[in-house]
C-alpha cells in the first residue's frame, strides 16, 4: 500500500502510557491522561496519524472484572478525546490470558501482546499502512508487538535499566518527546 497522510496510524498502549498504570484498572473515573499526553496526542493528529488504543485487558480472563466493563471504559475514552478536541480512531482490546479463571477468556490468542493480532485488526478495519506507523508503550511487548506487525516502536522509558529485545526505533521518557520525535522522523522520511 502506498504511504500517504491518511492512513499512517501510531497504535497507543493505554496503562503507564497514555495513563498512570494501575493494576486491572477498569475504573473510567481514574481514567486521567497522564502528563504531556494530550500535547503529544495533538501533534501526532496535526501530523496526520489516525489515533488508535491497543490494550491488553487480561483483567477479564483473570476474572477481575466482566468483559462488560470494557464498553464504558471505551466510552470514557472517546470522550476523553473528542474533551480534547482528539479523534479516537480506534480501540482494541485483548481480554485473553491463557490459564485465566474465566473459561470463555482465559484461552491463548492471536492478539495478546506481543502478539500483532489487535495492530491487524486495526490495520484491515481502518486500511492502515503499517510500515508508516507507530506503537508507543512502556512494555517489551508493546515493542514486539509493532515489531511482528511490521511497525515502526516508540518506548516510554518508564522502567528503569530495563533491557528490551528488539530495540525500539525511538526511546524517551516522556511520551511529548516521543511524539516530537515521531513526527520529526516521519517528516525526513515521507515527503508531505
Ligand atoms: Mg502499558
Ligand atoms: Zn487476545
Given at each position: 500500500m502506498e504511504a500517504n497522510r491518511q492512513n499512517r496510524a501510531v497504535f497507543l498502549d493505554k496503562d503507564?502510557?497514555?495513563?498512570?498504570?494501575?493494576?486491572?484498572?477498569?475504573?473510567?473515573?481514574?481514567?486521567v491522561f497522564s502528563p504531556g499526553v494530550v500535547d503529544g496526542l495533538g501533534l501526532l493528529a496535526q501530523a496526520g496519524f489516525r489515533l488508535v488504543i491497543v490494550s491488553n485487558q487480561s483483567g477479564v480472563a483473570r476474572g477481575h472484572f466482566d468483559v462488560s466493563a470494557l464498553l464504558p471504559m471505551e466510552e470514557r475514552l472517546r470522550e476523553m478525546f473528542s474533551a480534547e478536541g482528539l479523534v479516537l480512531d480506534g480501540i482494541y482490546w485483548c481480554p485473553h490470558f491463557p490459564g485465566g479463571a474465566n473459561p470463555q477468556f482465559g484461552i491463548p490468542c492471536?492478539?495478546?501482546?506481543?502478539?500483532?493480532g489487535m495492530i491487524f485488526k486495526a490495520g484491515t478495519d481502518l486500511c492502515l499502512d503499517l510500515k508508516g506507523s507507530w506503537m508507543i508503550g512502556d512494555r517489551e511487548s508493546d515493542v514486539q508487538s509493532a515489531h511482528n506487525a511490521g511497525c515502526h516502536s516508540a518506548f516510554l522509558h518508564n522502567i528503569v535499566d530495563k533491557e528490551i529485545d528488539?530495540?525500539?526505533?525511538l526511546v524517551s521518557t516522556t511520551f511529548l518527546d516521543l511524539a516530537r520525535k515521531i513526527v520529526s522522523h516521519t517528516i525526513e522520511t515521507l515527503p508531505l
Open positions: 503507564g502510557t497514555l495513563m498512570e498504570d494501575i493494576p486491572y484498572n477498569s475504573d473510567p473515573k481514574r481514567f492471536s492478539c495478546r501482546k506481543p502478539a500483532p528488539p530495540l525500539p526505533d
